[in-house]
């Protein structure tokens, strides 16, 4: 959960909001959600202990091509798009160095607002750092496990110490807290939160990861639960922590707009040395994150693949290393384009085409608690159905005010589901043509 969105959409937030008071409840809202959506899947979870999360809830309970279209979707919006996003939030941290690769500088662009493609210093080192890692992988899982296992020790070490010293001596100023920043939104406020919630959503993503894993879970009643709602806490905790460093650290005016907002921060905490150290460090931290997308990513388009949901060549094994390197060069190739797209771009893209699931596997609740021998958490059924009612409303609300204030994006993720059924449909009828041949024959 601790990923790209808390080091990059704060500054974004101070810009679209402009009030302290609703930044910080914007933050808390998210932990709230997100929350409620861990306890309803560790309901869903319990009764399907089969891993794959939304694949199998969907599946259950609207049929397969649902089932297959989360799967389809979770390639491009899962892995691929917040790749593309890890990798150049590392070029914006970078940046605090060598400035070409700032998100700013632009050395060509076509279109305007969110929905542009633009290439600059920042594309061209997010793709170097895509195919660094791309390359890591390609040669055997082993290594790209131990890069992983020293970038996240070393991420959560950075975070602790920021959060520490930044609070203990840092330069800060706590007058900071009731500055509020001139709006660049002209959109209502009412209509704006919504809007700006998709960055939040998509900073806390991974709330639900728990249940991929339900069946290797021992005693999944118990632990289950724990896990989502004592994870999902935590990290609000977190979040909320980092966030009262950031705007102790620079009030919201200084905060609009910035994405490498960890470097804002340090340097004005401890100076521009110290904020160096700190910015490099970050920098690595997003590494990690880049690597486990790249790791992980394919070998779920692998798997996909080889039960017929995806692309026939995604199946393929290299000899020699035994790694899915059609699926890593898939995966690495859509991400190195999506990085030709803006920062708030991908984040609206992934946070409106995972809500959507979401709130779809919240609402089976509502027909799976109909079945006979169904388990009812405690916690779910606690003032039922508040909680999942609460759940649909939110998202619902982030799905229509997305579809009215940024249609050409959210039409993008509805194509992109869309084409997700029409694949399937094609692979029912390919398949159904060749055992009527075989039968033939």
Same mark, same amino acid.
């Given at each position: 959960?601790?990923?790209?969105?808390?080091?990059?959409?704060?500054?974004?937030?101070?810009?679209?909001?402009?009030?302290?008071?609703?930044?910080?409840?914007?933050?808390?809202?998210?932990?709230?959600?997100?929350?409620?959506?861990?306890?309803?899947?560790?309901?869903?979870?319990?009764?399907?202990?089969?891993?794959?999360?939304?694949?199998?809830?969907?599946?259950?309970?609207?049929?397969?091509?649902?089932?297959?279209?989360?799967?389809?979707?979770?390639?491009?919006?899962?892995?691929?798009?917040?790749?593309?996003?890890?990798?150049?939030?590392?070029?914006?941290?970078?940046?605090?160095?060598?400035?070409?690769?700032?998100?700013?500088?632009?050395?060509?662009?076509?279109?305007?607002?969110?929905?542009?493609?633009?290439?600059?210093?920042?594309?061209? =080192? /997010?793709?170097?750092? @895509?195919?660094?890692?791309?390359?890591?992988? *390609? &040669?055997?899982?082993?290594? !790209?496990? $131990? +890069?992983?296992?020293?970038?996240?020790?070393?991420?959560?070490?950075?975070?602790?110490?920021?959060?520490?010293?930044?609070?203990?001596?840092?330069?800060?100023?706590?007058?900071?807290?009731?500055?509020?920043?001139?709006?660049?939104?002209?959109?209502?406020?009412?209509?704006?939160?919504?809007?700006?919630?998709?960055?939040?959503?998509?900073?806390?993503?991974?709330?639900?990861?728990?249940?991929?894993?339900?069946?290797?879970?021992?005693?999944?009643?118990?632990?289950?639960?724990?896990?989502?709602?004592?994870?999902?806490?935590?990290?609000?905790?977190?979040?909320?922590?980092?966030?009262?460093?950031?705007?102790?650290?620079?009030?919201?005016?200084?905060?609009?707009?910035?994405?490498?907002?960890?470097? =804002? /921060?340090?340097?004005? @905490?401890?100076?521009?040395?110290?904020?160096? *150290? &700190?910015?490099?460090?970050? !920098?690595? $931290? +997003?590494?990690?994150?880049?690597?486990?997308?790249?790791?992980?990513?394919?070998?779920?388009?692998?798997?996909?693949?080889?039960?017929?949901?995806?692309?026939?060549?995604?199946?393929?094994?290299?000899?020699?290393?035994?790694?899915?390197?059609?699926?890593?060069?898939?995966?690495?190739?859509?991400?190195?384009?999506?990085?030709?797209?803006?920062?708030?771009?991908?984040?609206?893209?992934?946070?409106?085409?995972?809500?959507?699931?979401?709130?779809?596997?919240?609402?089976?609740?509502?027909?799976?608690?109909?079945?006979?021998?169904?388990?009812?958490?405690?916690?779910?059924?606690?003032?039922?159905?508040?909680?999942?009612?609460?759940?649909?409303?939110?998202?619902?609300?982030?799905?229509?005010?997305? =579809?009215?204030?940024?249609?050409?994006?959210?039409?993008?993720?509805?194509? *992109?589901?869309?084409?997700?059924?029409?694949?399937?449909?094609?692979?029912?009828?390919?398949?159904?043509?060749?055992?009527?041949?075989?039968?033939?024959?």
């Amino acid at each position: 959960m601790v990923g790209t969105g808390i080091f990059t959409t704060p500054g974004y937030l101070a810009r679209d909001l402009g009030d302290p008071k609703l930044y910080f409840a914007i933050w808390l809202l998210g932990g709230f959600v997100a929350l409620i959506g861990a306890l309803c899947y560790s309901e869903l979870g319990v009764n399907f202990p089969s891993s794959g999360g939304e694949y199998v809830f969907l599946t259950q309970a609207y049929g397969p091509v649902w089932g297959f279209m989360t799967g389809w979707t979770s390639f491009a919006a899962g892995f691929a798009a917040p790749a593309a996003a890890t990798a150049l939030a590392f070029a914006d941290y970078c940046g605090y160095f060598f400035p070409v690769f700032q998100q700013s500088n632009v050395f060509v662009q076509l279109g305007s607002g969110m929905f542009s493609l633009q290439v600059g210093g920042a594309q061209i =080192l /997010a793709c170097s750092a @895509l195919g660094v890692v791309t390359i890591a992988n *390609l &040669f055997g899982v082993q290594r !790209a496990v $131990a +890069l992983q296992t020293v970038l996240t020790g070393l991420k959560l070490g950075v975070i602790a110490t920021f959060v520490v010293l930044g609070l203990a001596v840092g330069a800060g100023n706590w007058s900071n807290f009731s500055l509020p920043a001139i709006r660049e939104s002209s959109v209502p406020l009412s209509s704006q939160f919504a809007i700006s919630l998709f960055y939040v959503y998509v900073s806390y993503s991974g709330w639900n990861a728990a249940t991929y894993v339900a069946e290797e879970l021992r005693d999944p009643v118990k632990n289950l639960p724990l896990a989502l709602a004592i994870g999902t806490g935590l990290v609000t905790v977190l979040f909320l922590s980092l966030n009262l460093v950031f705007v102790y650290a620079a009030p919201l005016g200084a905060m609009k707009g910035v994405v490498a907002i960890g470097s =804002l /921060a340090s340097a004005r @905490l401890f100076g521009s040395q110290v904020g160096g *150290l &700190f910015s490099a460090l970050i !920098a690595i $931290a +997003l590494l990690a994150m880049l690597n486990a997308l790249m790791t992980v990513g394919p070998r779920v388009a692998y798997a996909m693949a080889r039960n017929g949901a995806f692309f026939r060549a995604a199946a393929k094994v290299d000899p020699q290393w035994r790694t899915p390197a059609p699926a890593i060069l898939m995966q690495a190739t859509v991400a190195m384009v999506m990085t030709l797209t803006s920062l708030p771009s991908l984040f609206f893209f992934i946070g409106f085409t995972l809500n959507f699931f979401s709130v779809l596997s919240v609402a089976s609740l509502f027909l799976f608690r109909r079945r006979p021998g169904w388990k009812r958490l405690r916690p779910v059924s606690w003032l039922w159905p508040l909680q999942p009612v609460l759940f649909i409303v939110v998202g619902t609300w982030m799905t229509i005010f997305g =579809l009215t204030l940024e249609p050409r994006i959210a039409i993008a993720a509805c194509l *992109l589901i869309g084409a997700g059924a029409v694949f399937y449909r094609r692979q029912l009828k390919g398949a159904a043509s060749w055992q009527s041949s075989s039968t033939a024959n």
